[in-house]
């Protein structure tokens, strides 16, 4: 039976997203709300109410099933959350706990292997049989994608592109780490730099966008300050950048990717850090891998949605060939 | 037409081996012979003696094919010689050198590739969907093996694992690059910090080694006198575990295989070296990928010409099935 919607879920450090999705990408309905900030069952509560409102006027047999991408570390094959820096899940079983209260298929994922599997289908990296999404937002996290295929390696956990080692004796990562990428690159890396910088004398333009306030400047503050023009706080963005080819730079040689796509909030603001990291990588990487493509994610916020839309349409429809 | 045998050939940068194999991975014959370093022209010869001495009282259709593995960047779907450290071989075509001097098809590869190939046919990684290969040696090379395939990469130029970045302001790497694995644990870098430490008064361990002189000082004798018990020597090789370590702490966090198996000379010499990465890995890797199992490789010397002998079979039996 061919289904015509799935509902992809997008949870988030701050938001939880959810979208309605047709077959081909067209997201019909979508819906944003804050994460919750009350433990684990709060989560799995707007989750659900977010179900309802997407399914509403909906026939359930029109439903091919429901896909949650989490900021996780997932189990693909046991689907269980092993480990998870931003929000209280690890352990927590989302998808039964989801499941015992819909009516629908409920399959959970990375986040970034989301985000990459929405590319994949319906974005920049549609018909790529070999690239890398990066993800650049409160964590760096990121998919692969080789030979055509999401890869998730053994257990289901591979595409941690954050947590690469740039510099052994590199700043604490969140993960408990040391100089990984997101070490460098993650929100609160950016963030600790911009309250140095804020304050100096070359600070101004970042505390000015925290309302002269040393204890509001975030990641956000730089960025609108680097995106105003604010030197100081740009060459913040651009040394984040530089880390970022850096990791690249092992990625290509390690994997020689056709394309590299960037997305996540970060990813999507800051041409120039792209642009950067692009740079780098192609000064540095062995000869015969500096041509792989860097291009920006096409689906801004709705990549997670839809590829979590096309994994709940893809699990249906490999139910439904079996059955037959 | 099943073919017996294959021949195998390994170019190493100091010594060229050769191998008759049979489909099930008995090396029936074998030769080694020094690199000549008299030009490509001396190795394209020296190849196509090993060849037909490998060759002597075989009848031709019993020999499916004949596999090379070069320590070069080679564009496995070009057959070309893209780059190359530490051998005059660069746009060198020595596959249709070779090819019109034998009456065998001929396939080349990069040696890290295959010596991954030959364990996983006939050695550690038997079985294995999901292995890294590390080849410690001159150089620090590898291939990836990922859901039961080979894999390079857009370009058929993945695996490269000796030039990933653990160190953005580390020492230069043979490669032109910076801060690699390779910088650290390639055979010039042990033989680096073995000079130094030899001009000192805890290096006569290392000096007695290089029969009291400075200027032969080399990598091997710093893993002799360690093996030994030095303790001045033990520590440089552990320090080159301990990057391996990070490297791998990166590699399996994006990765998450089941499997990673440490060959080349100095890792199938140094078992504390690997050791030592192992311990660094499971310690800061990320949650769910620390199951990784090390071991060293089990075809030793033989990987490469294994490995070989195997691709050519593979080759061969592709171009049989097309025909059919």
Redesign the interface.
């Known amino acids: 039976m061919r289904t015509s919607f799935a509902i992809g879920i997008d949870v988030g450090g701050t938001r939880i997203a959810a979208g309605l999705v047709e077959r081909k990408g067209r997201v019909v309905k979508d819906a944003r709300t804050p994460t919750p900030t009350n433990g684990p069952f709060g989560i799995v509560d707007t989750i659900i109410e977010a179900v309802e409102h997407m399914s509403e006027g909906v026939h359930p047999s029109d439903i091919a099933g429901i896909g949650i991408g989490l900021p996780a570390?997932i189990?693909f094959l046991k689907q269980s959350v092993?480990?998870c820096t931003n929000l209280p899940l690890a352990g927590v079983d989302v998808r039964s706990l989801v499941l015992s209260r819909v009516r629908h298929e409920v399959t959970i994922d990375n986040d970034g292997n989301l985000a990459a599997n929405g590319e994949y289908r319906f974005g920049a990296a549609k018909g790529a049989?070999?690239f890398i999404m990066l993800t650049l937002g409160t964590g760096v996290g990121g998919g692969?994608f080789?030979?055509g295929?999401p890869?998730?390696?053994?257990?289901?956990?591979?595409?941690?592109?954050g947590?690469?080692?740039?510099?052994?004796?590199g700043p604490p990562c969140p993960?408990?780490?040391?100089?990984?990428l997101e070490s460098y690159l993650g929100r609160p890396a950016i963030a600790a730099r911009g309250v140095k910088l804020a304050g100096t004398a070359k600070g101004r333009a970042v505390l000015d966008e925290a309302a002269g306030d040393i204890s509001q400047v975030n990641a956000e503050a730089v960025i609108k300050a680097a995106l105003k023009g604010d030197e100081a706080a740009r060459e913040i963005l651009l040394e984040g950048g530089?880390?970022l080819g850096?990791?690249l730079?092992?990625?290509v040689?390690?994997?020689?990717?056709?394309l590299i796509v960037i997305g996540g909030g970060i990813g999507e603001a800051c041409g120039f850090l792209v642009e950067r990291a692009a740079e780098v990588m192609q000064a540095?990487?062995?000869?015969?891998?500096r041509d792989?493509t860097f291009t920006q994610g096409e689906l801004g916020n709705d990549a997670g949605i839809l590829g979590a839309a096309a994994l709940a349409f893809d699990e249906h429809d490999s139910r439904e060939a079996i059955h037959r």
């Open positions: 570390q189990d092993e480990f049989r070999d692969l080789l030979d295929e890869y998730r390696g053994s257990r289901g956990m591979g595409g941690e592109v947590h690469m080692v740039v510099q052994m004796d993960c408990g780490g040391k100089g990984h530089e880390v850096r990791a730079v092992g990625l040689n390690l994997l020689n990717p056709r540095e990487a062995l000869a015969g891998r792989a």
